[in-house]
């Protein structure tokens, strides 16, 4: 009897598993810390009031709204040119960290709504406390090297991918464990506009074998560009995680992007026709939002279009 309570109570646990494992938990990151200016972190709020929660459950998207993390407002920092507000950066991406790890051991995918792309070195490094393993699609219209650059703005938002790496300051770095927090071969990026590389961030990405596609190629296929993404990350059986930045699509398009981008990305359509494709895959267990800046659309038709595309990529 006692057999078979044990084995009645490990069939309801992996059922409870599965159901929480098909709910969605949505964070919201209220922070421009690391951003050129104000404005991203009126995102989370900005998107509940355009209904994107609501509009979620009415397509059968199963969805939880944890509320909002603390968050942090951009402010110059005359003082640290190098890299500005890195404090505040690093609180952030730490209090994401907990979040998602927390959410992870309740068996949910986490919907993480910011705020600048700083965001996501916390989003990686909760994940890395349950899987070391994990993987990132990074589809962004730029490719976020600035701290490679020593007379770069110092704006923290613009270097991601260079802190993803293991190349940053060592508080932005160390946030996951050792580093990197991701290895080459777990980063795929998607979309960047090849206008923003400079010649020392492409050695850098080719020397450590990061799979890259920029705007053109997603402009062209955005079905076989995430294709190629997944193949490029297949080689592990850790979970994947997707990074959409607004600004990868063109904002003569939709301009929302804190950092815009003229006449080199994809439509909306386009872009989330890509993003689509990489969030139905199995090992899809998280999707991060990042650089809309509602302050651009005080009208709200953008921002609902925009809301549109996530419903749709979401679905399933």
Do not use: K
Not at 140 to 166: E, Q
Not at 189 to 208: M, Q, T
Not at 289 to 308: C, F
Request: with cysteine.
């Amino acid at each position: 009897m006692v057999q078979q309570a044990a084995v009645r109570q490990a069939a309801v646990q992996q059922a409870a598993g599965e159901r929480s494992r098909d709910e969605w938990a949505f964070i919201g990151v209220p922070s421009s810390a690391g951003a050129h200016h104000a404005g991203q972190e009126l995102t989370p709020d900005a998107l509940r009031a355009a209904g994107l929660l609501g509009r979620l459950a009415e397509a059968g998207v199963a969805v939880t709204d944890t509320g909002d993390l603390p968050g942090s407002v951009f402010a110059a920092d005359y003082g640290h040119p190098r890299a500005r507000n890195l404090d505040a950066v690093v609180g952030v991406a730490r209090e994401v960290a907990d979040a998602v790890a927390a959410q992870l051991a309740a068996g949910r995918r986490v919907l993480v709504a910011g705020g600048d792309c700083t965001i996501t070195l916390g989003v990686i490094a909760g994940f890395r406390r349950r899987d070391l393993d994990v993987g990132l699609a990074y589809v962004d219209g730029d490719a976020d090297l600035g701290a490679l650059d020593t007379s770069a703005s110092g704006i923290l938002d613009a270097s991601g991918v260079a802190h993803l790496l293991g190349r940053g300051e060592p508080a932005l770095v160390g946030l996951g464990g050792p580093a990197p927090l991701l290895a080459p071969s777990r980063l795929a990026l998607i979309g960047y506009d090849p206008r923003e590389v400079s010649d020392a961030g492409r050695r850098f990405l080719a020397d450590a074998g990061v799979s890259s596609g920029a705007a053109a190629d997603l402009q062209a296929d955005p079905a076989a560009e995430a294709a190629r993404a997944l193949a490029a990350l297949d080689g592990a059986a850790g979970p994947l995680v997707v990074h959409f930045d607004v600004d990868v699509v063109d904002s003569a398009d939709l301009p929302l992007g804190n950092f815009p981008h003229y006449g080199s990305g994809p439509a909306l359509d386009q872009a989330a026709a890509c993003v689509r494709a990489l969030v139905q895959h199995p090992a899809c267990a998280g999707l991060i939002l990042t650089e809309v800046n509602p302050t651009y659309d005080p009208a709200g038709g953008q921002l609902a279009r925009y809301v549109s595309a996530l419903v749709d990529i979401l679905r399933g």
